[in-house]
Every structure is written in C-alpha cells, then in structure tokens.
C-alpha cells in the first residue's frame, strides 16, 4: 500500500523542485534570508532540497541594521549550525547619510536600506538568481506574481509583461546582467507555514511568541522599544505588555499584537480565529495605495 | 496550576486535531476563465467573501478602492479584491493570472482567476495548465462568444476534463430559464468535441451571489448544485499513481566521490528500493539502491515526490535524461507531432529555430510542418504559413537531439513542452505532444568509416565555414570572392555558396518573406554544413539579415568552425553605390520586403570578424580573414598537442 501524498507533502515536494531546478540551471544563485518565518522554512526546504550535500548557493542577509537584536542572533546561530555561508550586507551609503525610520520616514528607509541594499548586494555578487520567501496569499500583488519571476538588468519588475508559466516547466534563461526572483513559496498560505512548522519542529525567532515586552503605543500600533534609538514623543510611554509578532522587520516600522500564544499551538489557534491579515503589521505597506507593488517593481523582495 | 496546564494539553491537541484534518482535505486547482467583463474576478471576489476568507482590514482596503475605482455604484467591488496590479484597478479590466486560496469544511482550493481580453490569452494559458477543473463564465445577455470558445479549446488542449458553465449575470436576464437552456445547449453542441468528461451549467449571478455559495430563492426552476456544492464534490482522478514510472533526472548530486544521486520529482507511477529501472535515451538497466530524503531512506516513492535516487550500477545518466519503468518505455525519438499554443508577438515561423524545454531536458528544435491552424470559433482546421498570437495549431516538430517522452494525453508531465526564442529568451510557445513521428525511428544515422577528419586531412586544411552577413551592396561578394581566389592560390579547398546564385537553383521555390527568408538561411547552412563536413572552406555570402537564423546556423557547427562576419556598411553607402538597382526600387515602393528598407536588418552581436568597410580596400580586409584563419589553425594545433588546455 503506497502513502498517499497530504497537501503539505505537495507544498514541500514542489518547493524542493523549485530549488534543484534552480541550482541546475542557473551559474549563480543566492536565497534570500530575512530570518522571518518563511525565512527559516525555506531554509528547512533548501538544507531538504540538496541533502547529503548542502545547498550549493549563499544565504543573504540584507541588514537594515534596525532589525530587532533577537533576529540577528537567531541569524548568526542559524548560520553557525547548519553550516551555511551567509552573507550579510548593509548600504554603507545608507548608513552614511543617516537613513533612519523616523527622521527618513517609513517609505525613504525601506526603499535606501533594503531595496537599494539588495540591489547593490545582487550587483556586487553578480548573482542570477535570488530566492524569496514571498507567498501569493500575503497581498494582491503578490498574488500575481510568477514563480520565476523575471528581473531586467536594472532589477524592475514588469508586472503587465510576464513570461507565460506553463506546468512545471520553468524558463531559466536570462542574458547578461537579467535576473530572476524564485519564489518556492508561491503556493503555501500563512496556515500551511505554521503547520509545517509544527510538523518538522522548525525553529524560529522567539519574538513570534507571546512574552512581556516594552511597548510604545504609536501611529495605532504597538512598537517594540528594542534599543535606545527610539526616542519617546511627548506623552508616550513605555508598558509592558504580552505580546506577540506576526511579521517581522525593522523593529520601528512592526507591529506588535496583544497576545498569549506562548507556543505553536497557541500560535495556530489564534490564526485560526484572526479578523486582520499578517501584513497588517506592516507599516510600510499602508503607505500608499498599490505601494507593494510599486515597491516591488524598484526591486523590493 | 495543574488545572490550567492539562487546559493547555487540551487546546494544544484540538488544535492539532483541526491540522490533521486540513492534511485530510484534498486540494482542487482550478481556473476562471470566459471573455471580459463576464465576470470572473467579481465570482472569485464573492467566493473569498461568502466562504469568509477576507479579513477586517482587507474588507476595509476594498470598501475605499471600491469608492475610488469600483464599477458597481454604491455596492463593493470584489473584483478589486483580486486585480491586483494598479493598471488593472484602473482600467477596470485584469491583465495577469492571480492565484487565490480558500477552503470550506470539506476541501481546499487554488483558483486562478484569469484575464479575459483575447491578447491576454497567454496569462489564462499560464492558470490553465496547472488547473484540473475550469469554470467558463458567460454574461447571460451576451451567450456563448468568441473568447468563450478560445478559452474552452485551450482548457482542452491543456489537459483539462472537467468544465463548470457559469451561466453569470443571470438577474440582468430576469432569471429567465429560456435563456440559460439556450446558452447551455450553445455550449454543449460546441463543445462536444472538445473530450471533457464533464460539463455542469449553473445559473448565478456572482455580484449578489445567488448560486455561488448560497441557493437563490430567485432561481427557483434550477434543482442543479450550487457552484460551490459542485466544487466540492467534484472527482477529479488523479491517476498519475498509477501510470508506468517516469522520473525526469533534474540535478545530479555529488557532494563527494562516495555519493551519486539523481534527485527529482516523479512525474508518474512509483518506484521501490530494488526496482529495476531504464534509462530512457540509452536503455541502460539498473536498480534502485536507495531513496534518500533528509528525513532517512524511503522504501518506495509515488508520483509527486521529490526524491533523491541511488542506483546499484554506475551508469551515465545526467540532466534532461529520465529513469523509467523497463517494461513500459517513453518514446525517445527527434521528431514528433504536437497541438500548439502560440504567444508572441512575433509569429511562429516554420523553418525557425527555437529552444525545447520539457520538465528537465532542453534542446534546439525547429517547426518542420505546420499542418494546421485550428480556427477557434467552430474547431476547423485551415491551411496557415504561420502561427500569429493566441493562435492554436497542429505542427510537426523535429530536434536537434532526441528527447524522452509520452504523448501528453497519457502523462501530462512527460508530454509538455515549451519554446523559448533564442534571442530575447521568452517564452513564445507552449506544445502537447501528440505523437512521435516513425521517421525518426527508421532514420539512422550511418557511422561511416571515412569521417570528417579523415577527409580534411585528405585535403590538408581544417573546415572552416565563413558566414558573411550585411545589407545588399555591402561588399560582402566582393570580399567573399578575392577571399576565394587567395585562398585557392594557396592551395586550400573552398565553394562560395551566394545568396544570389542558391536563388536560382535550390531556392528557387522561395520569396522574401519572413518565413521564405527563414528556410533560405535554412537550406542554405544545412548544405554549408554538408560541405565543411566534405572537408570544405565555405563562404557563404548572404544578407542573413534575422540573428535567430544565423545563431541556428552556427548552432549546426562544431565550434570554431563558424565564422561569423560582419560586413558593416551603412546603409546610406550601399544605397548609394546601388550595384543592382534595387535601393532605388525599394526607396520608391516597387519592391516590397527589402532589407534595411522595409524588412528589418539585425546586426550581429558579437561577431568573430567585424569588417568596417568604409576607407578600406578589399584586399586588406581579405588579409585579416586570411590573418584570422591562421591564427585559428595554429591555436587549435597547439590545442590538439596538449599546448592550449
């Protein structure tokens, strides 16, 4: 009697498809790390892909240096326990002229320290191919998107002109300079990452579990004090709070929820009954109307 | 303190209880598709909505975006609740696929909606060829149209069986039953050759959701399932476990010399440890030593996973190749008739050469016959010299090297392939396998004891095979003849094949149209081919003017023995020296299809030789051909004695 395959083992056989596919076609690719969730369940994928041997491409890490400090452990922990090569880049440029969420505003950050970031990074590189963790039921966009989705020399997206996608038959080819954005991840909904999760016991940034934190409560939304750059404005102050993340980013621009889903059921449990999507933690996606998808057009992940 | 952490156990394991459940519930994919404005995003916005997949926030992005760009007055807009992309919302119209997920207590869902507009067509291709189940909408008050067909002729091509005729909009007809028995039995006699197993009409109207989720009242003749009742107990087969055992090898994984797997996914059937197995291009037998996971060695594998095989014997298999099941092979063979979904822009041309990708393997092919356009409108097949966008065909297709396959109507994983152009890299075809075609099995190739070497020896000179390109009047017969004469006064063997001359015997059947152009180039680098093969320096001067034809002629020859030459004179300068008259002709509208006039000239890239005619004789130009061809001989001497690696 043969098993018969669940819906998570199809998700993960047509993620590992997506990752050799890759790795055979493609003179240089490099997997995006962002050490969220989806981050550490692509990497789970990618150590399954190429098991007995490691993933043959780097693992990129674009700091904006205002990622919460708990993520940049978990980072450099993951890094040293499987073995893998992580590169970590920061836009010095960046860095020079100040870039910060609060005096740069939201939308100036995000598009100089991770959209130019990651360009420099890719061009530095000189990398084909870039895997994403993005997932097609995130946002509308998204949700359009292709699995190889492809990259002109200058990194834009060009939403109304596609390569047609058909069955599992990817075209790889891109000419000097092009690139392509792999998505293994297309397929899977936010429910289908927590499930895998807690079936391969995956391990994640603590910071998606419920814990008494220093919050601010700002523009609606529930800011974790995660070092002294952030300045109180008048009136605010600091409470502690259980609470819980369900992205994360820059710590400035990520909200967090009351919560006390304090392990993966838990966590399961109050998806289960959410009013609000995951993205609407985000700051930088409220900005303006379309605004994922005009920064993913600049190259945004 | 105990109390509370048994509560916890408790919830802990309910909620893993509800996730063995979501494991159980198998998985529909499935597509909307049908013309504009029928009303495809509106359904798949009100499926979101009434089997409440649609969160607090999105609900409140939709009800703003609806008073800003919705088409439905004071209602909300759930079309815009899938078109996504800012040019869709504001043309009111949907450009790409977009994939959208949703369950009910008993199954879960992808759909694709897909966009309606006939130039769109490749994007509904795209959410068709993953689907298994395809809801074709049509407007009550328009019927069956155009795109209704096209869309269904596709769905069918592409393998799906199962058909959902949404009979939408139906309160704007006042629930007329006459009008959707007209339209059902429309579609019916239309479809009756298009092979589905199913077709089930369905009477709805998407914007108020009568009959998607909830039962109308209003359409109260209709005793038929609700759209969402028939989505969820719909059978769709999936047989592909019980097909013969194909595994398309898609990475070799060697991390060290004590390791050899073949990882990819099962296309069909399954396999154990100890299974005999064949390599399908060369029909080497071995067995399955191992199944490898991360997660330990598996005893058997089904079709669906992706797996990492080890064989018991060292044998040569690599990317492209497939191990199969010995007593039930794929066909390998280097020609094959196949259906044929054309997407570009530039038409499909017969004689062109494009690059093959199936699941793993790629190659260069050429469409050697295109028997047939299917007309989409009643499924006839005419006579066509070309596929232009969103056309269907019937072609044959022969390849450079032979590739393994089944027909696609017996796997559809092992029988697809898609077209690649050479030069820009899209994608401009996609193609079903039919069937192989015999000759390529009758035909083989002779091994011949007097090779190539042996007759270049003879003539003491390496094959070399000059392609001189550039517009007419560029010097290029001038050059290509004093190249001629040094050469022979040096004792080399050579043959100048002219563009003008082959005109006037072998390609005497052919105009100056693209596709006459494109099997000109053809002919002409097959015999150029046949010659260096005779041991021959070929010069072949001809305007050559598109670079997918040249880079095809180089393809043909071992490398270093195609010499790509660019005669680079502008074209005001040929135009003014005019040796034959044409400029003049063309310039005044007497002759059509004139290069550099009215038919495009491509420039090569990166030619071996560029020759910059203007202020230079031929003579010295002649000499760096003849520099070049030196150079080329001494450096592969030195590579052959070991001097060059």
């Known amino acids: ?37 989806d981050s550490s369940v692509l990497m789970h994928l990618a150590m399954k892909a190429f098991y007995p041997a490691k993933p043959p491409f780097p693992f990129l890490h674009v700091d904006t240096t205002w990622k919460f400090r708990e993520m940049i452990e978990f980072r450099d922990e993951m890094a040293r326990k499987l073995g ?21 505003g939201s939308n100036t950050h995000t598009h100089i320290m991770k959209t130019v970031g990651l360009r420099q990074a890719l061009d530095k590189y000189g990398f084909d191919a870039a895997f994403g963790g993005a997932r097609r039921d995130e946002e509308k966009s998204r949700a359009k998107e292709r699995i190889f989705s492809f990259r002109d020399a200058q990194h834009v997206w060009d939403p109304k002109n596609q390569r047609p996608e058909m069955w599992k038959i990817y075209n790889t080819r891109v000419a000097k300079g092009e690139s392509i954005r792999v998505f293994p991840l297309s397929n899977w909904t936010e429910l289908d990452i927590w499930q895998y999760i807690l079936q391969e016991d995956i391990p994640i940034v603590p910071l998606y579990f419920a814990k008494e934190r220093p919050v601010v409560e700002r523009d609606g939304m529930l800011i974790m004090r995660d070092d002294e750059r952030m300045k109180l404005k008048p009136g605010e102050t600091i409470e502690n709070r259980m609470v819980r993340f369900r992205t994360l980013g820059c710590y400035p621009l990520t909200g967090a929820i009351d919560s006390d889903a304090d392990s993966l059921e838990g966590i399961v449990s109050e998806m289960l009954t959410a009013r609000t999507s995951e993205r609407q933690g985000r700051l930088i996606d409220r900005d303006e109307a379309g605004s994922m998808e005009k920064k993913k057009r600049e190259g945004y992940f | 303190m105990r109390h509370i952490m048994t509560k916890t156990i408790e919830a802990a394991d309910s909620v893993r209880d509800y996730l063995a459940g979501q494991e159980r519930k198998s998985l529909l994919r499935f597509l909307t598709c ?7 995003s509106t359904l798949i916005g009100r499926l979101l909505s009434d089997t409440k997949q649609i969160f607090e926030d999105q609900l409140a992005t939709l009800e703003r975006d609806s008073k800003k760009h919705g088409t439905t007055g004071e209602d909300v807009d759930f079309a815009l609740l899938v078109d996504g992309l800012e040019a869709e919302r504001e043309q009111g119209i949907t450009i790409d696929v977009a994939y959208r997920f949703f369950s009910t207590p008993k199954r879960k869902f992808i759909v694709a909606d897909t966009p309606g507009h006939e130039q769109y067509t490749r994007n509904m291709a795209t959410g068709a060829s993953t689907a298994d189940l395809a809801i074709v909408l049509v407007d009550a008050r328009q019927g069956v149209l155009a795109q209704t067909r096209r869309h269904s002729i596709i769905a069918s091509l592409l393998g799906i069986r199962h058909i959902v005729l949404a009979v939408n909009k139906i309160d704007l007809v006042d629930f007329d039953q006459a009008v959707f028995d007209r339209i059902t039995a429309n579609y019916a006699e239309f479809a009756k050759d298009l092979g589905f197993a199913s077709i089930v009409p369905i009477p709805m109207s998407a914007r108020y959701g009568d009959n998607v989720v909830r039962r109308s009242d209003r359409i109260a003749w209709y005793s038929g399932p609700t759209l969402v009742e028939h989505l969820e107990t719909v059978v769709v087969d999936d047989a592909a476990v019980e097909m013969p055992f194909r595994f398309p090898v898609q990475y070799v994984n060697r991390p060290n010399l004590d390791f050899r797997g073949f990882a990819g996914t099962v296309a069909s059937g399954s396999v154990s440890q100890g299974d005999e197995v064949v390599v399908a291009k060369s029909g080497k037998a071995s067995r399955i030593k191992r199944i490898v996971t991360q997660g330990g060695d598996l005893k058997s594998a089904v079709a669906g996973q992706a797996v990492t095989l ?7 298999i690599s990317r492209g190749n497939m191990l199969v099941a010995p007593t039930a092979r794929p066909h390998v063979a280097d020609q094959f008739a196949a259906n044929l979904v054309w ?3 530039q038409a499909l041309l017969p004689g062109r050469s494009y690059l093959l990708r199936t699941e793993t393997d790629q190659t260069s092919a050429t469409v050697t016959e295109l028997k047939c356009r299917i007309n989409v409108n009643n499924f006839a097949r005419e006579a066509a010299k070309s596929l232009e966008m969103n056309e269907v065909g019937i072609c044959n297709i022969s390849v450079q090297a032979p590739i393994a396959f089944d027909t696609f109507v017996e796997n559809r994983t092992t029988g697809a392939f898609i077209l690649i152009d050479r030069v820009t890299n899209a994608t401009v075809g996609a193609g079903m396998i039919v069937h192989a075609l015999r000759r390529a099995d009758n035909i083989h190739w002779q091994s011949l004891d007097v090779d190539k070497k042996e007759r270049a020896l003879a003539k003491n000179q390496r094959p070399a095979v000059f392609w001189f390109t550039g517009l007419s009047g560029s010097g290029k017969s001038t050059i290509a003849n004093l190249l001629e004469k040094k050469l022979h006064a040096s004792g080399r063997h050579t043959y100048i094949l002219d563009g003008d001359n082959v005109r006037h015997g072998l390609n005497r059947d052919l105009g100056f149209t693209d596709e006459d152009r494109v099997e000109n180039i053809r002919r002409v680098a097959e015999v150029a081919k046949l010659m260096a093969d005779a041991g021959l320096i070929v010069i072949v001067s001809f305007i050559s003017p598109f670079r997918a034809e040249r880079r095809m002629a180089r393809e043909l020859m071992p490398s270093g023995e195609f010499i790509e030459v660019f005669v680079d004179t502008p074209f005001e300068e040929c135009a003014r020296r005019d ?10 509208g007497k002759l059509k299809n004139f290069t550099g006039v009215d038919s495009p000239y491509e420039a090569p890239e990166n030619p ?20 070049w061809l030196r150079q080329r001989d001494i450096a592969e001497q030195q590579y052959e004695q070991g001097g060059g690696i």
């Open chain 1, 84 to 104: 893998f090569d992580l590169i970590v880049h920061i836009n010095e440029e960046g860095v020079r002229d100040g870039i910060n969420p609060f005096d740069s």
């Open chain 1, 1 to 37: 009697m043969l098993a018969k395959l669940t819906h998570l083992d199809r998700l993960e056989a047509e993620a590992i498809h997506i990752f050799r596919e890759v790795a055979a076609t493609f003179s240089k690719p490099v997997m995006l790390y962002s050490v969220g969730k």
């Open chain 2, 579 to 588: 040796p034959k008259g044409l400029y003049a002709q063309a310039l005044s």
């Open chain 2, 343 to 345: 997407f570009n822009e």
């Open chain 2, 608 to 627: 071996e030789i560029h020759l910059k005619t203007l202020g230079k004789s031929p003579e010295t130009m002649v000499e760096t051909l003849d520099e």
């Open chain 2, 310 to 316: 080890v064989l018991a014997d060292e044998v040569e």
């Open chain 2, 34 to 40: 049908g013309s504009v404005d029928d009303g495809k």
